[in-house]
């Protein structure tokens, strides 16, 4: 049974797939609701930070130490304190990359926020994206962004198991 991508998920930069370019030290965000893949040109330069938060809610006794209780876990938060785009050398506007990488928390015809694939390095998550940050620090002659510096908060989404082979597959390359 095929699976139907969707589209720009295939795209290619420079002869490469998005996961060999997520393995060749490049930050990947896929799209996995459709649009073109954003390959940023720089590897974060501050830490990326994964952070998890489980409830554990006391319960209730008469007499002693209260038991802990397993209720849920919130989801994965993924984030990415600093990623340059640099277009200073070719004198190229960074404001449609900018654009397209605000189009991703765009709300789906559904209400959902857009499902993305975040790949570096060996690693692969599956999220949306709650937070960006752009800071533009340098500007040509016409005032158009040409070095910005990018933050990012993802959270973990759990997929269906139809995106979930999806996504797969696209990590596979």
Not at 6 to 11: D, E, N, Y
Not at 25 to 46: D, R
Request: with cysteine; glycine share 10%; proline share 8%.
């Amino acid at each position: 049974m095929g699976i139907n991508l969707p589209s720009g998920v295939g795209r290619v930069l420079g002869g490469k797939s998005a996961a060999a370019s997520a393995g060749e030290g490049k930050f990947v965000l896929i799209p996995l609701t459709g649009g073109p893949t954003i390959i940023f040109q720089f590897f974060p330069t501050a830490p990326i930070v994964v952070s998890r938060r489980a409830d554990w809610p006391e319960q209730e006794v008469t007499i002693g130490t209260k038991p802990l209780f397993y209720m849920n876990r919130d989801p994965r938060k993924l984030e990415v304190g600093e990623i340059w785009m640099d277009k200073t050398d070719i004198d190229v506007s960074l404001t449609p990359d900018i654009e397209q990488l605000l189009s991703l928390q765009n709300e789906q015809a559904d209400g959902t926020p857009p499902k993305i694939l975040a790949m570096w390095g060996d690693r692969t998550e599956t999220c949306v994206l709650e937070e960006v940050r752009v800071e533009e620090s340098f500007h040509n002659p016409s005032g158009e962004p040409i070095r910005v510096k990018v933050s990012l908060v993802l959270k973990e989404h759990q997929l269906g198991s139809q995106s979930r082979a999806a996504a797969s597959t696209i990590a596979l390359g």
